[in-house]
């Protein structure tokens, strides 16, 4: 059976209903309409992604907050006892996003086919990625399926939380950095212009610091939207680049080195390492393959080539915790967490306790740097402005003394 997605007018009523439901094809989608009373005006056949990698329309995607709800609500349903057909259609009936809606009545189709729920979502690759896929297949083999989409949406519900957090920690300093640069801008290419106008008209010298003011001023009017054009160009040509995997990696070997930045890219990636490990142990997934799902979350492309040689090290005999250790990019409180779990046989709670240790880390080390940042900008901002007030008044100050 197919999804359909409809548009069609409650005969009784003359309201307009919108849905998705399953049928084996468009015809008898339409009579199952009529058969309710409904006066289709749209009916279209839902579109899979593996559909649309061939050649299909494509769509956008699920948000991570609302593939967290989604697994969050099918856990709960799970546990309370209903099938995973029952379960996705209170889901789909409770759901407001029209995407969610035919994402999920296309995973209930391929169910009804015969197929696992591991194997139909694996259809839609852009929604459910690899990590979410193989926590669901390993959930259906253990029987912990409940359990396994519970810790799984939790684990969604953290990552998402702590980019978040970064993002929300750097909002403010790059709005004062804007509006500062925008103020500065409108200052030197227009008030003082033509405030200095006013005393270069009386032919009197200019105290330097006015000349060096207007000289800036005049090298921002004339070269001004030039730069900004080449600076947008540069900016772009960089994003280009680093699409290519080999310039990716080494931009993310250079960012690594970084005093501050490289130390925030490491607790990321190591945080996110951490707490997908410690999940994959957790539900059953064997380790090899634990590792080769976790190394795709993992964005910085230095730090993941390292868990991909650190994974051929461990199918050659290597222990984890001595095989993360080799490439030296690693955290030491992390090697150190894990080489305890795999002493005692507690893996699983020593990794969630190297995930939060980084993610704490992380989000103190923005706190401070957001918190320092704050009162720089300002201060900055006043010095620039500070000088441009000066430089306008000191031709002032020099005519009162002539005056005098």
Do not use: C, W
Not at 80 to 94: K, M, S
Request: no cysteine; charged share 20%; glycine share 6%.
């Amino acid at each position: 059976m197919s999804g359909f997605r409809y548009e069609a007018l409650d005969a009784a009523s003359g309201k307009t209903l919108k849905g998705v439901l399953e049928a084996d094809n468009a015809r008898l989608a339409r009579q199952t309409l009529r058969e309710q009373g409904l006066m289709v005006v749209e009916i279209s056949e839902i579109v899979t992604d593996a559909d649309k990698a061939s050649g299909g329309s494509r769509r956008g995607g699920v948000s991570i907050a609302q593939l967290a709800l989604m697994t969050r609500q099918l856990s709960t349903l799970l546990d309370a006892g209903l099938t995973i057909e029952q379960a996705l259609n209170v889901v789909i009936e409770q759901s407001e996003a029209p995407r969610e809606r035919e994402v999920l009545a296309a995973v209930r189709s391929e169910i009804l086919a015969g197929i696992s729920l591991s194997n139909a979502l694996g259809q839609h690759p852009k929604v459910f990625p690899d990590l979410y896929r193989t926590l669901v297949g390993a959930g259906e083999e253990s029987g912990k399926l409940p359990e396994v989409m519970r810790r799984l949406a939790e684990y969604i519900e953290s990552r998402h939380a702590l980019r978040s957090k970064v993002m929300l920690a750097f909002i403010y300093p790059a709005i004062i950095t804007a509006v500062s640069i925008l103020v500065v801008t409108g200052l030197l290419t227009y008030v003082v212009p033509q405030v200095v106008n006013v005393f270069q008209n009386t032919h009197q010298q200019l105290p330097l610091l006015t000349r060096g003011l207007l000289a800036v001023s005049d090298a921002v009017r004339v070269g001004g939207l030039p730069f900004a054009v080449v600076l947008a160009l540069a900016v772009f040509l960089f994003l280009r680049a680093l699409k290519n995997e080999a310039v990716r990696l080494r931009f993310d070997r250079a960012l690594l080195a970084m005093p501050l930045l490289g130390r925030m890219s490491r607790s990321i990636g190591t945080a996110r390492l951490a707490s997908t490990l410690a999940i994959l142990v957790g539900s059953g997934v064997p380790m090899l393959n634990a590792m080769t799902a976790a190394s795709g979350v993992v964005d910085n492309r230095a730090l993941r080539e390292a868990v991909k040689e650190s994974t051929k090290q461990v199918r050659e005999g290597l222990s984890l915790s001595r095989a993360l250790a080799v490439s030296k990019l690693f955290p030491p409180v992390l090697i150190h967490l894990i080489a305890s779990g795999e002493a005692s046989g507690r893996l699983e709670h020593m990794l969630d306790r190297a995930a939060k240790q980084q993610s704490d880390e992380l989000e103190t080390r923005v706190a401070t740097i957001t918190g320092l940042m704050e009162p720089l900008l300002i201060l900055l901002m006043g010095a620039v402005v500070l000088v441009i007030v000066l430089a306008i008044l000191l031709p002032v100050f020099e005519m009162n003394q002539l005056i005098k």
